[in-house]
């Protein structure tokens, strides 16, 4: 990417170009991400036409770049400590969601909280014998559980209607992640 | 496919998980994004950590963002939300400065730019500099020639696509294209000297 005089290759800077006004194809925008990455140049001139476009609308956005630049620096270290907000056909976010809301205790009686209410798992092991058992979910209310068929409540019913209709274009955020179905929630066995 | 939505492009990769495209973002937008929180409170600092926050929170609720307004839109409510929570949060503290608030407003403030930077507390050469930076853009759009200038003014100014600029200028988008990238790359030619950072700050 860089010729001979160390800047970078007018390529790169016609695409970066094309890439602010929603113009790059498709194919070419992996190639600008990466020299995001990896020249500093690239940056760099992202940010000078964006300052140019500002500036021209602006005399007011007509600001340092070394505070641009700090700042993107700041935000960068606290991004880094965020958890990456997930979009649907992440298999190992989904993998994650259940290893955070299935703490072993919780297995081994059957019962998994979901964003606060109580469901009963197919294939767990048995714990109470058969009998009855009243539990309280965190802040759902409570939920009458006999034989480990769940008497649903209107509560979980509608939370369950509701995360059904938008299943297949919300995106699981780790934690409080949408249920898909009850039948589906798997249990992992240790 | 025409986008009606320039940052459609990012802001897809962004949803995806990919940070660059989400930092190609913060800097698109971190300007504006801070005058206007600038507007609503004085402290230099105040503005610049709202305006960090704000984008933390636009981060983090990206996977909602379903593209039913254009991403700066989203943007800049999650911006005055996030600032009128610190403004409600600063007033309940007792060893709150009054010199760190100033009274929210949605128009567009009256205040002379000087007036409202001496009271930011930016320093002298911080207006000098961004005055200079301001001097130097416009003079580089006058020194260029009237097809390049004509292209970056009806692009940056009045925000016409490709297509409508070409019509306008009569000429294939292809070179609707090339002569915006030129006069970018002519005025920031002219700029660089100009936004040279010092050691140890590099992109």
Redesign the interface.
């Known amino acids: 990417m860089l010729n001979s005089s160390g800047s970078s290759s007018d390529t790169v800077?016609?695409s970066l170009?094309?890439?602010?006004?929603?113009?790059?194809d498709?194919a070419s925008?992996d190639s600008a991400?990466s020299a995001?990455?990896s020249d500093?140049q690239a940056?760099?001139?992202?940010?000078?036409?964006?300052?140019?476009?500002?500036?021209?609308?602006?005399?007011?956005?007509?600001?340092?770049?070394?505070r641009?630049?700090?700042?993107?620096a700041?935000?960068?270290a606290?991004?880094a400590a965020?958890p990456?907000?997930?979009?649907p056909g992440?298999r190992q976010g989904e993998r994650a969601w259940r290893q955070r809301l299935v703490a072993p205790a919780a297995v081994a009686a059957g019962f998994v909280a979901v964003a606060g209410a109580l469901v009963v798992l197919r294939g767990a092991a048995p714990q109470d014998g058969g009998q009855g058992a009243l539990v309280a979910g965190a802040g759902a209310g409570e939920m009458v559980v006999v034989n480990r068929e769940v008497i649903r409540d209107a509560r979980l019913d509608r939370y369950l209607a509701a995360h059904r209709k938008v299943s297949n274009?919300?995106?699981?955020?780790v934690p409080g992640a949408v249920v898909r179905s009850v039948d589906t929630v798997v249990l992992e066995t240790k | 496919m025409i986008?009606e939505?320039?940052?459609?492009?990012?802001v897809e990769?962004a949803?995806?998980?990919?940070?660059?495209?989400?930092?190609?973002l913060?800097?698109?937008y971190?300007?504006?994004i801070?005058?206007l929180i600038a507007r609503m409170v004085r402290d230099v600092d105040l503005v610049?950590d709202i305006?960090?926050e704000s984008?933390?929170r636009a981060?983090?609720?990206?996977?909602?963002f379903?593209g039913d307004s254009a991403f700066y839109t989203w943007l800049y409510r999650i911006a005055v939300n996030t600032a009128k929570k610190a403004l409600v949060d600063l007033k309940r503290d007792p060893l709150v400065v009054e010199s760190a608030l100033s009274s929210v407003s949605d128009d567009d403030d009256e205040t002379s730019?000087v007036e409202r930077e001496l009271t930011d507390g930016a320093t002298p050469e911080?207006v000098l500099?961004?005055?200079e930076?301001?001097e130097t853009?416009?003079a580089a759009?006058a020194a260029l020639s009237e097809d390049l200038r004509q292209a970056?003014?009806l692009?940056?100014?009045e925000g016409l696509s490709?297509e409508e600029i070409a019509e306008m200028m009569n000429c294939p988008i292809g070179t609707v294209?090339?002569r915006?990238?030129r006069a970018?790359?002519a005025?920031?030619q002219r700029?660089?000297p100009l936004?040279d950072?010092?050691e140890g700050?590099?992109?």
């Open positions: 800077r016609q170009s094309s890439l602010m006004d929603g113009r790059l498709e925008i991400f995001w990455r500093a940056r760099e001139c992202w940010h000078a036409y964006h300052l140019i476009g500002d500036v021209l609308r602006s005399d007011e956005l007509a600001v340092q770049p070394a641009d630049e700090a700042f993107l700041a935000l960068r606290k991004l965020e990456v907000p997930l979009s992440r274009t919300a995106s699981v955020q | 986008p939505q320039p940052d459609e492009l990012l990769r949803k995806r998980g990919d940070t660059r495209a989400f930092e190609m913060v800097v698109k971190q300007r504006r801070e005058r610049q305006a960090q984008f933390i981060y983090r609720a990206l996977p909602q379903r730019r911080a500099a961004s005055k930076i301001a853009v416009n759009i970056i003014t692009r940056e100014i490709y294209r090339s915006i990238f970018r790359e005025i920031a700029l660089r936004l950072t010092r700050e590099r992109w």
